[in-house]
């Protein structure tokens, strides 16, 4: 089904050689992190991130010159695609025009990989001869064993242990890129063997996934924890599809009245979304940037703007965003890189000042819409990334019914080629929608520490 | 700069980012070189380091600051100075 006249690509030429910082152009601040408790069991302080990232986090530089080195590494797979969904636009029936920036044309199939060859870069450049995270699903895991490849650093990976047993392909992906892959928890580490006496299905968690990684910088000088998506500098990273998507609506000669991502930790959603937030910001655009997150895990919607732990290991420093507190337990749905019980500070904030919206959708309606996505459009979209095109269906929708043509770009972070299992439960008709109850939301907010006292200091 | 300016700067830094660094204003230089940095979380580690740049209008090399150990106020105070006599020969 697809037209020439419907794909919009760019030249690699053509590929914006700078990332866009938010910072720059809002009229409001990031409230700052803090720190609840001090570690008193260190002997020595040793820095885990390299300066350049934080500074990348912390600084109001509007556009940030991408390394030659990682321009050049992009070059794989960028200027990534952006198509109109013509096929889709007809089975809707609808007068508007949907068009979608396609992120899963990489190795690691999703977006992560644009902000793991930066990353990754930046830690050889400070000398890091290892990296090591902790990985849920594996989508993070991957990209980062990928960009480690790139650059010649050496990866260990911590993968929780149901998703290890569970989701092979992803563990193989990282095997062939030449990382050191543990299932968590692991018996290399003592959190990981403490953990093992006490539970013997190994099951795991990411929380515990995360402890192992940073337990073993402590052994080994030269390795360093990198984590990826909420991160400000991440979400830098990724405005490269961005970007790339305002000058492929101008080769289009559109410009969206809706532009939409799934939110998960942030990065996916920032990247699309910022730099057409900044034409809203400092000029005369109206277009409306729209979240789709899973009713199971409606942290924007249904969650509160406050301060909490990013993991629910309860030791990492608080951040402000909107949350549903870390001990908040995900329903075990498919879209596992929505499931965080938080999201970035920095979309929170934005969120909260009212520069973008949010909606939430069921499982069942958004697999609906992934399964006629890849009917039409010929790309089987991730489960997260299905949550978008649901979101861009249902404008779509409602365009229709107001017979009016708007213009919906929406993003597909990644493909869906190692969730099929999940489409197979949806086919068979086995997806359940979950129905999270206030109560369950509050009882889990009410366990986030009162941090005012530390803020009135 | 001279160390004892810098260990100065690094004291005053300690004091207002790093609360749970316990510094009197009678101690010698040689007892604040000896305060321990153990108890810090790397949040209010790095709030330090940025907020050391800024006072003394610098960036540190990522090369040096990732790799070094900091014990104590004193490895930190001689890391700036080799940082900055980086920076000068640069």
Known sequence: MSDLGYRFDLTAEEMPTQWYNILADLPYEIPRDISLKNNSEKQKMVMQVPMELIRQSMGKQRYVDIPDEVLSAYRQWRPSTLVRAVALEKALDTPARIYYKYEGNNISGSHKLTTAIAQVYYYKKAGVKRVTTGTGAGQWGSALSVACKMFGLECLVFMVGISYKQKPYRKILMKMNGAEIYSSPSEITEAGRKFLALNADAKGNIALAIAEAIEATTTDNSTRFCIGSGEPYSILHQTLIGLEAKLQMQKAGDYPDFVVGCLGAGSNFGGLTFPFLQDRLVGDSKVRCISVEPASCPKLTRGEYRYDFTDSSGVTPMEKMYTLGHDYVTPDIHAGGLRYHATSKLVSAIYHHGDIEAVAYQQREVFKSGVLFSQTEGIIPAPESAHAVHGAIELALAAKENNEAKVILVGISGHGHFDMSAYESYLAGELDDVNITDRQIRDSLDKIPDVSALLDQ | ?90
């Not at chain 2, 005053?12 to 040689?30: G, P, Q």
């Not at chain 2, 490895?75 to 020969?89: A, F, M, P, Q, R």
């Open chain 2, 1 to 90: 700069m001279e160390n004892t300016d810098l260990l100065r700067i690094v004291a005053d830094i300690l004091r207002s980012e790093a609360k749970a660094v316990s510094l009197t204003a009678e101690m010698s230089n040689d007892e604040l070189l000896k305060v321990s940095l153990g108890s810090l979380d790397s949040l209010t580690f790095i709030h330090m380091v940025v907020a050391l740049e800024e006072r003394l209008s610098t960036q540190f090399d990522d090369e040096m600051l990732m790799g070094g150990n900091f014990s104590t106020v004193s490895d930190l105070v001689n890391y700036i100075g080799l940082s900055l006599e980086k920076e000068g020969s640069a």
